[in-house]
């Protein structure tokens, strides 16, 4: 039997390379596309030599050509941590926009069902703790997030948009803070960059007072949830993302416990529109999707800090660590 084709974009970057590795798995032609801003090549090199991938170079805010059929989009493609939005804010917003608006165009054309990464960043500092999909954010769009944000809600409307008017089938994955091998080590997040300093023997910045909260899942656990919501009938929104909720000061405390490391917390200043708290309400994926996390952090954060230890000693002094020490002084 043929096999099923399915495109990827932001193929080399930190979801997208292991959304690859799972279609690659499950038997699927995968297609990868990136423009490698922010991805790395490095991240899908393995699979270079099957015959059943392949790869365009390729920035999916111009206009998108694949040829032959295509059964599945995965449009994964966008810078994602604070830093990069403030760096690479125009790209930020148009891969959102315009490369959205050409994906939904090559879907509807090819028949395709397309599923895109949006974003608890939809839900801005949430004023209700855990967000369910029904909240509807608070979100300021001019604020330095908003570049990230406000492309993402415009991606979310515009997806329904195909959905509602051309009937075209499409998914839409809210994914909340998400951690794991193949992350950037100094893209500005809050675990590289904790296990960043440890390894380099520079004291943990906090930002703020470090009583804000996140609540951080494990890679393998979302790219299960992704993949049964794409297989799945259901159009509306779906929250992925692990509902254990910690504040940033003990997720510090974690790191250095786990680095065993003799540096501190130093406290640095909150950057703007740095949201309080947010926590996934995770009972549709459970209800529509049978899906809950399976990996607790003890576990995950053990795999994620080995993957850091085993990258060759330059990345950690890279020029991109030089750019995010200047970030937040
Ligand atoms: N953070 C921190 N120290 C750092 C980097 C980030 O305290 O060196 C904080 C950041 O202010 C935020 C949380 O950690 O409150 C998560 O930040 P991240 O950039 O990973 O993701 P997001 O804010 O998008 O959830």
Redesign the pocket.
Known sequence: MEKKRVLITGAAGFLGSHLCDRFIKEGYYVIGMDNLITGDLQNIEHLFALEHFEFFHHDVSKFVYVPGKLDYILHFASP????DYLKIPIQTLKVGSLGTHNLLGLARNKGARMIIAST??VYGDPSVNPQPEEYWGNVNPVGP?GVYDEAKRFQEAMTMAYHTFHGVETRIVRIF?TYGPRMRLN?????P??IG?ALRGED?????D?S?T?SFCYVDDLIEGIYRLLLSDYALPVNIGNPDEIT?KQ??EEIIKLTGTNQKLVL?D??VD??KQ?RPDITKAREILGWEPKVNRAEGLKITYEYFKSLPKEALFNKEHKD?TTY?K
């Open positions: 994602a941590s604070p830093i608890s960043e997030r803070n893209d500005g997040r809050v675990l960059a904790f300093q943990l910045t906090v930002f703020g470090g804000q996140r940033i997720f510090g640095r909150l950057p740095d949201p947010r995010f937040n």
